[in-house]
């Protein structure tokens, strides 16, 4: 039998008590040993809960249990988080997460501690909630150079998106009715402005970069509050559909590039059918190709799917690391990342200022075509062009707008 | 340094080596020592290629070199490959493969004969080709009970059907040209009657139900050859694909089922939208809901990616099985799934001699509803027939035919 101890009761560390009693035989023939929830940590009673009788809210009676060999933390943030992981990796016990923030933050060093410590650091539910990629990256595709990985990685944005673009829906009521729903929170800034989407990009980059760690603070991180009716409309006229993709590009030797941005996505892309909370990632390797990973990016019990698999595989290796996973520093201090400045993508133009001829001039030295021309406005889809030189077009030559594109 | 022999230097051997070679520095830094191949067995001579030098044709020199901890088996079928890859494990030697065929023939004995040396038998590749699918179903999502697996596995049949559709070929012809362009072979019989897929669901099914093996004998298979352009473009006119589809369910505490059929696949669903040689596999958990992977199901660089993945995997945990993949056969020895006959599925029913009423009335105990209603022929869809039913219902009442059907 295995002990586990669960950090935080709400939402996914409920979930991932239901999980392991729903699918308790299947679990227990899985490992060859019964798995079981003997304590949890919180500051709050949960008398409704069929794990009422195991609440503690005392710290050391939780950590003391030397019967407890896996905790799973679903406090989230990294503060309370962060302390508790140290001690249960310090007492050599595996932690199991889905938390996100301390991943990003803090991962170097709680990775260090587990190994130290002969135990593991599992975040499988990281990333994609209940989908596998954090394993298929980093094992299933170990034999790869990871060249891209591109992906709708927050489900709140989508949900938001998809939204006004299916029910015409401003921006705002989008929000609360995401809101009113529960795929969003009260103080929504975390999801709309990107910076979920960023810390879950800086994960993947990490692993994508064979374990040198990209910190979440070098991606340049854009949300949705700014796209308008219009621009789901006008994405619509061009054959595309707007998403807010997290992107990794490691091509040609350069330095690799990490952003989170709004884009316009051609619909003759899967990524574009992607509706409501669902998440996909697509994963380019030099010897794979292109892999897509689909799925339900969050929710209680696809969450806790998630964990209770890396709480198996915590049980199954219990002693050793299973993952090998270990991300370092780079050593001369300089940023992993290229400036977003600097970062070469593909861009829609719209004006309406200008008509197609002048927008084609203006941008001859590169490869672009005209996506509409009517009496409203004017676009152009342009490839191969910095941020930094799109910017300085649009501040100082023409009288319009862009965004990122993706066909 | 861990060193790797190839068994069989044909297309996916000689892209393993290929791989090792390209990504060398990736795969040294991932593990943490060089990984290089040392030697491959193969019957033919290969001047021209790179590794011509590590070419032997002898067995008992390949399998007589201590330094090989890690053998590759490329070789195919079920005969000198089984052979070779007991001898190996008996070795204590780990062995990774892409052979479907040999995995689902027998790979009850060979599990236990890895065990037995304390070594792997690991086989990424064997479905999906480079798609991460056998690490994620057995591991990611151990904590689920896995109700349904329902996807495109053979790329071959999946090519020749978009060929069908898209460029309006007949049968014949579209597989003359999959011939021609490599993706289906001189004699295709094992892709175009389903005899491929058969062997992968297997596979997956033998996964999904813990280690209870599911022979390939046990499933139902039907392939392509009796699919028209007929049925393509009546597909269209309904809002569908036609899909050659590996299914398993386990729902409801009953016998699971597991059949390999076409069925046409409604547009919304997302793996309608799969062309040519792609794979999509859906993967549905009881606490998971759905998920999806995406991407090349065979191809050298795509599947020797997975093989090498596997490699990778058994170089971190040499001297145990980390995956600790074990399957075993029903004691009692009845049959693991049920009978194809009393499968519950949904069809669609299409007539040219009945009119929309009347297949209505025909199926009026059941949940039905028109799909087509027109001078030339008239359709229903048909929810939760059983098999020997609509087989039935066709052979004595209904001028027609009938498909599966997935919305």
Redesign the interface.
């Known amino acids: 039998m295995k002990n586990v101890g669960i950090l935080g009761f709400g939402v996914v560390g409920s979930?991932v008590a239901e999980?392991?009693a729903?699918?308790h035989d299947?679990?227990a023939?899985?490992v060859g040993e019964v798995i079981q929830v003997k304590r949890v940590l919180d500051l709050r009673e949960f008398p409704d809960s069929p794990f009422a009788s195991l609440i503690t809210h005392d710290a050391d009676e939780f950590f003391g249990d030397s019967d407890i060999s896996i905790v799973v933390e679903t406090i989230g943030g990294a503060r309370i988080a962060y302390e508790f992981t140290k001690r249960a990796l310090s007492l050599g016990k595996s932690v199991v997460t889905s938390n996100k923030e301390l991943v990003s933050t803090h991962g170097v060093e709680l990775m260090q501690l587990a190994e130290d410590n002969g135990c593991c650091y599992l975040f499988?539910a990281a990333v994609g909630g209940?989908?596998?990629i954090i394993?298929?990256l980093h094992?299933?595709?170990?034999?790869?150079?990871i060249i891209r990985i591109q992906g709708i990685v927050n489900g709140t944005t989508n949900y938001i998106l998809s939204s006004m673009r299916n029910v015409g829906l401003s921006y705002e009521d989008a929000l609360k009715q995401a809101q009113q729903k529960g795929y969003a929170e009260q103080n929504p800034t975390a999801d709309v402005d990107g910076i979920d989407a960023q810390r879950k990009l800086s994960i993947l980059s990490s692993i994508a970069l064979?374990g040198l760690y990209v910190s979440p603070d070098a991606i340049h991180a854009e949300g949705i509050s700014s796209i308008s009716l219009d621009d789901i409309e006008f994405a619509d006229k061009i054959g595309c559909s707007v998403k807010l993709l997290a992107s990794f590009f490691n091509r040609d030797g350069g330095k690799p590039s990490a952003f989170v941005a709004p884009f316009f996505v051609s619909k003759n892309e899967?990524i574009a059918?992607v509706e409501d909370a669902f998440n996909m990632i697509i994963v380019e390797?030099?010897?794979?190709?292109?892999?897509?990973?689909?799925?339900?990016g969050a929710?209680k019990?696809?969450t806790?799917?998630?964990v209770?698999?890396d709480?198996?595989?915590a049980a199954?290796?219990s002693g050793r690391n299973?993952h090998?996973t270990k991300w370092y520093v780079n050593a001369d201090e300089e940023s992993v990342i290229m400036p977003y400045s600097d970062v070469i993508t593909n861009v829609v133009v719209k004006s309406c200022a200008s008509n197609a001829d002048s927008l084609m001039q203006t941008f001859s030295s590169f490869d672009c075509k005209v996506v509409c021309d009517d009496s409203s406005c004017s676009a152009v889809v342009v490839k191969g062009i910095s941020h930094k030189e799109i910017e300085e077009i649009i501040a100082s030559v023409i009288d319009g707008s862009w965004m990122h594109y993706m066909d």
């Open positions: 979930g999980v392991i729903m699918n299947k679990i023939s899985h499988e209940g989908i596998p394993r298929p094992r299933c595709l170990a034999a790869n150079e064979n899967l059918s390797g030099n010897a794979l190709g292109e892999a897509m990973f689909y799925g339900q929710g019990l696809p806790a799917s998630a209770v698999g709480v198996l595989d199954l290796h299973p090998i």
